[in-house]
């Protein structure tokens, strides 16, 4: 599916498609309504930071949002457990050895008071 307009079109096409008002997609992703609302009105250029922070955060396709082909939102993403994920591979073996480990005795712990 090819998308029509640029990116910063497609910045729009993404916050109107999650139902969300210019100030709750800049909070979101951390910047000012102002400076969204530039980015909606072609007066600012969006740069791989931007683009990088708005596809992780609302899980949309990052080459559907550079290019406009393809399908605007990927696979769902679980937010937290790539943030998880990209600090876990940060720890030594043996700190990431005992973070399992631990995840064990929580699960066990959920499991044992139903929660």
Known sequence: MKAGGNINERILQV???LKLSQKAF????????E????????????NDRIIL?????????????????G???????????????????KLDILLQDYILKQIDLLLEFQET???
């Open 15 to 17: 916050r109107k498609a």
């Open 26 to 33: 800049a909070d979101g992703i951390k910047i000012s309504r």
């Open 35 to 46: 400076y969204q609302s530039a980015f909606e009105n072609n007066d600012r250029k969006i």
């Open 53 to 69: 922070i708005i596809c992780t955060t609302y899980g949309v396709n990052e080459t559907w949002f550079r290019s406009g082909t």
């Open 71 to 89: 399908e605007m939102f990927g696979k769902k993403t679980n937010v937290r457990l790539e943030k998880a994920m990209r600090k876990f591979e």
């Open 113 to 115: 008071k139903g929660i």
